[in-house]
């Protein structure tokens, strides 16, 4: 087919190279989609999508937070590879960008002739990861789908690659209008305990809130506030409402795609995290690598190109790029895609550089900590030491097998990288941009 498509032989006529388009719904978690089989029909858009497309149902991010996740995505380097968002945010506002030389998907597409536009609501994207596209548009969700409806109505006639990044699953967390959330929690009246954690436009609670003078998810994340059922149902309603709305929200785009004549290309959806929802006592992301923020989806559909169905191989953001180059042509041999779309079935790394351990979850990025996941294992590795699960039947990873399986370990233990973490390149925040982010819930600590 692909030999087809790249017209090879003289006799064949020259198919043009597929249209691309990435949407990354912003820290959705696997489980909480209705096509992974959540409960709530949260996910209408991505599970018809996933009806005609590959989906694979244990794809992992290669870390729990935004920066390191998209620079692997837009790249097919792990984070340890391009040194994006290695140490977080220092104390002095210091940020490490992608090293210089890296292979960015969009550089070598604009390369090719595509047409490379990045529309964003996550503001972390403006700072070195917006390589390569020559038109680029940061805004709220509104604004973001309000660029690419306008863009797409433009004629032109060159291959397209347009990657869109959703927010409205990250807290915090608006009411949006599902059937799940009470009419009272919809207009904005909510029960005494979220009372301090109201937004301040619109309905919802926002969980980095101030309650005493210290955020509600530090006090959760710290132990100093346990959450009960009833509060962790109310959490999660609002989160999965999020959830919703960003599938609006690719409803959207993938309207206006098809609209402008792209419904034969290739989609990818994913996202860059997950979210805890009050598994193991905590709230949000980013300082773990627990199944709540690494598991998260992922769907290549092509129609009349890639089969329809589900692959429960490993898979990672890092095989997304090569996979679209060697789909579009670009570079047929590119090694590391996808399993079932031109890559081997092989056990993926995921990389946290925060801890793991609750008590310690003030010493953000302090303990670089490596996770290995294979077919039915998963390796934990950190200042803990080393853990092994069986991540098919225990799920919650409350078992340790290293002492039960220790050829296991040995095995998972020769896939992590032995070369030294590649040092990105140092670039200062400025205080509008450490503001932004700090809305996000990020920056905490830094001055
Ligand atoms: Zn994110």
């Known amino acids: 087919m692909l030999l087809l498509l790249l017209g090879c032989t003289t006799e064949e006529p020259v198919a043009a190279p597929p249209d691309?388009?990435?949407v990354i719904l912003d820290t959705v978690r696997r489980d909480r989609i209705s096509a992974y089989g959540h409960g709530r029909k949260t996910t209408p858009q991505l599970d018809a999508v996933s009806e005609v497309g590959l989906t694979f149902t244990r794809a992992i991010a290669p870390s729990p937070w935004t920066y390191p996740s998209h620079a692997t995505l837009f790249s097919g380097l792990e984070p340890w590879e391009h040194g994006g968002g290695s140490g977080g945010v220092d104390k002095s506002g210091r940020l490490a960008a992608p090293a210089e030389g890296v292979p960015w998907l969009a550089e070598k597409m604009r390369s090719a002739g595509?047409?490379?536009?990045l529309a964003y609501a996550n503001g972390w994207l403006e700072l070195g990861l917006d390589v390569g596209f020559e038109e680029t548009f940061h805004g709220g969700d509104h604004e973001v789908l309000a660029w690419v409806e306008s863009e797409l109505i433009e004629p032109d006639d060159r291959p397209q690659l347009l990657v869109v990044n959703l927010l409205a699953a990250h807290a915090p967390y608006g009411a949006y209008p599902v059937p799940w959330l009470s009419d009272d929690v919809r207009a904005g009246q909510l029960p005494g305990w979220a009372a301090p954690l109201a937004m301040e436009h619109g309905a919802g609670i926002n969980t980095n809130a101030l309650v005493d003078g210290v955020r509600f998810d530090e006090r959760v994340n710290t132990g100093q506030t346990h959450l009960d059922p009833e509060q962790i149902g109310l959490i999660g309603s609002l989160y999965d409402a999020g959830v919703t709305a960003a599938d609006r929200?690719?409803?959207r785009v993938l309207t206006a795609w098809n609209a402008a004549g792209h419904g034969d290309?290739?989609?990818?959806i994913t996202s860059d995290h997950g979210e805890f929802l009050g598994e193991?006592?905590?709230l949000d992301h980013s300082f773990s690598t627990r199944p709540p923020v690494i598991d998260v989806p992922l769907v290549v559909a092509w129609p009349g190109s890639i089969e329809a169905g589900r692959s429960d191989a490993p898979a990672g953001l890092a095989q997304v790029a090569p996979t679209l180059l060697r789909l579009t042509g670009i570079d047929p041999e590119a090694p590391g895609g996808l399993p079932g779309l031109g890559g081997a079935v092989e056990p993926q790394i995921a990389y946290s550089a925060e801890t793991l351990d609750p008590s310690g979850i003030q010493h953000h990025y302090s303990q670089p900590m490596w996770r290995v996941r294979s077919?039915?294992?998963?390796?934990?590795q950190g200042g803990f030491g080393t853990r092994l699960y069986d991540a098919e039947t225990d799920p919650g990873l409350t078992r340790d097998l290293a002492h039960v399986e220790p050829e296991t370990v040995a095995r998972l233990e020769a896939l992590l990288p032995d070369a030294p973490p590649v040092e990105g390149r140092s670039i200062e925040l400025d205080a509008q941009k450490r503001a932004q982010l700090q809305a996000l819930g990020y920056m905490d600590g830094a001055p």
């Open 265 to 268: 290309g290739i989609v990818v």
């Open 114 to 117: 595509y047409a490379t536009r």
């Open 20 to 22: 691309v388009l990435i």
């Open 280 to 282: 193991e006592g905590l």
């Open 375 to 380: 077919r039915d294992r998963l390796l934990e």
């Open 249 to 251: 929200g690719l409803n």
